[in-house]
């Protein structure tokens, strides 16, 4: 690790990164500044410390989006993973394509495609199915974000399997397990170390990108925001107060994701079960080398 | 300090029949791709026999054994364990592989200990040992658990239960793999080189275990060029050479006055 001479008097990196973030905020303000601007910070509080049903709203849709389709993404990246790694031949095709479609096209294009294409063409009117009540932009975009995140998981899952021994398949037969059963007892355990930091990773993303549904009008984070800034308009005061709460959710999730990572670390040397809170919130000074093949065997 | 029971399978409660034949391969052949690796083996093992395969590197010994639990598809000739064909069964005439059921039916009888242990390690050493008799034999988890402890404890790990393969010794990893391969109770057991990838003060303790379960009547057929544990446990040593068997017979006789002169040059390599 390269140490910057000096670090010691500026500080930790979190530190450092605050006063970046002051500096950058006093230059912003000072350059170019519209003198008649009126902040109304009192706009900023309130929809930070007191937010409105309206906020808290989006909020929650925001988070079940992402949720749902995170698992449902997980769930589609193992079948596309086992899919891929499969010896007959039309299922590997079936998820190679699979990924290609997704992971080839814009996630924008799959979004208004499965709710506006579908439902123009009559393949599928999500409007006229409210399931559980719910309406068919928030399905539809639902759809589209978790079928488009199973193609990235797939190849997460995928490599995650990949990495794991192939004496961990051979020892598991061995003893009479199936092919079944030795992929959800041994591997595919094993293959979740590898694939939850990326995993986690992912589900940062999601929960950023569902802001992508603004083009279905889904009321999420977002577009909440959006729409207050529409009749208030105050994009400064409002935007900072809706970033805010995204990187609210986001790092939330970071600590919930290093204590999952210091969970599977059971079993693996103790330097290698990935970066705690600080480490993934600050970039970890000592990452530990991530090496598959010693995962196991040996000594 | 190591204390290793001299009664190991004890542990399982039941002990097999006496007699019988349990390996019997006829003219094995084996090929990776072109490679001919395996050119017409031959090799029956009586119950309670220990029989030792060595040879030259490349002459197939470890190709073979994968062979007798279907860890390899073979190209010719027949391989029963206890009776069963391994691996195929036959459709007017011909050879065809068996349905993934009933491999894996058959290699619930025969155990196998890998050079490099191949421990699971997410779960602990009783982890290691019940999860095949809990998942594959559905036994209920007290009685898994009290004979996975029981048989650690006679291998000489009571105190690392609860131990991951991480935090044990190379020696104590293949003990571990060892009773993870006798939960299954099987008939047979496998051995490929079990004490080459050890440091040399652990590979007593694990051949110790070795020869507590040929004492007990183990029928083992194992791969290894310890010439000591040969003499000591084994009832037959098998020369492999160039995936052939070139020559077989009690230890005394194929160490003390082997015949074949590729066994002579082998022979004085390993000593
Ligand atoms: N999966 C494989 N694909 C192709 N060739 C293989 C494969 N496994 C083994 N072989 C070849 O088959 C031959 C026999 O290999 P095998 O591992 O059975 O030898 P061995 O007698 O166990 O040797 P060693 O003492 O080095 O372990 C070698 O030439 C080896 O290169
Ligand atoms: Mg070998």
Not at chain 2, 201 to 229: N, Q, R, W, Y
Not at chain 2, 237 to 248: A, H, K, L, R, T
Request: proline share 5%; hydrophobic share 45%; with cysteine.
């Amino acid at each position: 690790m390269r140490t910057a001479p000096g670090e010691s008097l500026i500080g930790t990196r979190p530190a450092r990164l605050l006063a970046g973030f002051v500096v950058l905020v006093l230059l912003l303000s000072a350059c170019e500044r519209n003198v008649s601007y009126q902040y109304r910070w009192d706009l900023f509080f309130k929809s930070v410390f007191t937010p409105s049903p309206l906020i808290l709203g989006g909020l929650g849709l925001t988070v079940a989006i992402a949720v749902v389709s995170q698992v449902v993404g997980v769930i589609l990246g193992v079948l596309g993973a086992l899919g891929r790694l499969s010896s007959a031949a039309p299922i590997r095709w079936l998820a190679g394509f699979y990924v290609w479609i997704f992971r080839g096209t814009p996630l924008l294009v799959q979004i208004t495609f499965v709710y506006f294409g579908l439902g123009v063409a009559g393949i599928y009117a999500w409007d006229r199915h409210p399931l559980f009540g719910i309406a068919g932009a928030i399905q539809a975009g639902t759809v589209a974000l978790a079928l488009n995140e199973g193609a990235y998981m797939t190849e997460i899952v995928r490599a995650g399997i990949l990495s794991v021994d192939i004496g961990q398949m051979e020892a598991a037969k061995a003893l009479g397990m199936t092919y079944r059963q030795a992929m959800r007892r041994i591997v595919l355990p094993q293959a979740a170390r590898i694939i939850v930091p990326p995993l986690g990773n992912e589900f940062n993303n999601m929960l950023k990108t569902t802001s992508l549904l603004v083009i279905l009008g889904v009321g999420e984070l977002y577009v909440t925001f959006s729409r207050l800034n529409g009749t208030l308009f105050a994009p400064f005061e409002l935007f900072l107060a809706c970033a805010l709460w995204f990187l609210l959710l986001t790092t939330i999730w970071s600590f919930i994701q290093s204590w999952i990572e210091r969970r599977l670390g059971r079993g693996f040397a103790p330097t290698d079960s990935g970066p705690g809170w600080r480490g993934r919130l600050f970039g970890s000074r000592l990452r530990p080398i991530e090496d598959p093949s010693q995962v196991s065997g040996g000594r | 300090m190591t204390q290793i029971s001299p009664h190991i399978l004890d542990a399982l409660g039941t002990v097999g029949p006496a007699s019988g034949t349990v390996v019997q391969a006829t003219d094995v052949h084996k090929w990776f791709g072109r490679l001919h690796v395996l050119k017409g083996v031959s090799l029956e093992v009586a119950r309670r026999e220990v029989v030792v395969i060595i040879g030259p590197s490349g002459s197939g010994k470890t190709t073979f054994i994968r062979c007798i639990n279907h860890l390899e598809k073979i190209q010719q000739g027949r391989i029963f364990v206890n009776g069963h064909l391994i691996g195929y069964r036959e459709a007017n005439g011909k050879l065809v592989e068996d349905r993934e059921k009933n491999i894996a039916r058959q290699r619930q009888e025969i155990g196998m200990v890998f050079q490099r242990f191949n421990l699971f390690p997410h779960l602990t050493a009783l982890g290691n040992v019940v999860e095949a008799p809990l998942r594959v034999r559905h036994m209920p988890e007290h009685e898994a658990r009290d004979m996975g402890r029981d048989l650690l404890t006679r291998v000489g790990l009571a105190g690392k239960l609860d131990a991951y393969p991480a935090q044990l010794s190379g020696g104590q990893q293949q003990r571990v793999a060892i009773a993870r391969a006798l939960a299954m109770n099987p008939a047979l057991l496998l051995f490929d080189e079990p004490t080459s990838a050890l440091d040399p003060e652990m590979i007593g303790e694990v051949l110790d275990v070795m020869k507590a379960l040929a004492a007990d009547g183990m029928t083992m057929i194992v791969v290894s060029h310890e010439m000591g544990f040969a003499r000591e446990a084994a009832d037959r040593v098998v020369m492999v050479d160039d995936g052939q068997i070139i020559e077989q017979g009690s230890p005394d006789e194929v160490f003390g006055s082997p015949r074949h002169e590729r066994t002579k040059a082998f022979l004085s390599k390993i000593v």
